[in-house]
């Protein structure tokens, strides 16, 4: 069974579509094929798993991350990818660089404290991922 795993930026509208219709969709339609999961935390300790006889294997063989950007998330795509070698794709639907002032997430991502920390996090994670969906 191939796992797919989901860390979901938010719950709203993004996230609802995004990520919880396509893994019901996954789970629905490929069966016993794909088992797709997401949540909102990042839980390191539970991406190597051990079973009975003390093999240790990954939890997931492909992860996305829907619009993470923090330097925690950024750090967990690096140990997925280059430690685990599972590939991480990376979802963002909004062209976050290019917000017009009058967009009600404007003032979140265009601070002068975090506009530079918060897009060359969102500029690696473009670079890093095994793909990216938009």
Avoid at 66 to 77: C, G
Avoid at 118 to 131: C, H, K, P, R, V
Wanted: glycine fraction near 4%; charged fraction near 20%.
């Amino acid at each position: 069974m191939y796992k797919v795993h989901f860390w979901i930026a938010d719950q709203d509208g993004q996230g609802w579509l995004r990520v919880e219709q396509v893994q019901r969709y996954l789970n629905k339609i490929c069966g016993n094929e794909v088992k797709a999961t997401y949540n909102n935390y990042m839980r390191p300790n539970e991406w190597v798993i051990q079973d009975a006889s003390g093999h240790r294997q990954n939890a997931f063989d492909l992860t996305v991350h829907q619009r993470q950007y923090a330097d925690s998330s950024l750090q967990n795509l690096r140990y997925l990818q280059k430690q685990l070698k599972v590939p991480c794709v990376y979802e963002i639907d909004d062209y976050l660089h290019g917000l017009s002032p009058h967009a009600p997430a404007y003032s979140n991502y265009h601070n002068p404290q975090t506009k530079v920390h918060t897009f060359n996090n969102i500029n690696a994670y473009l670079q890093e991922s095994a793909a990216i969906t938009v």
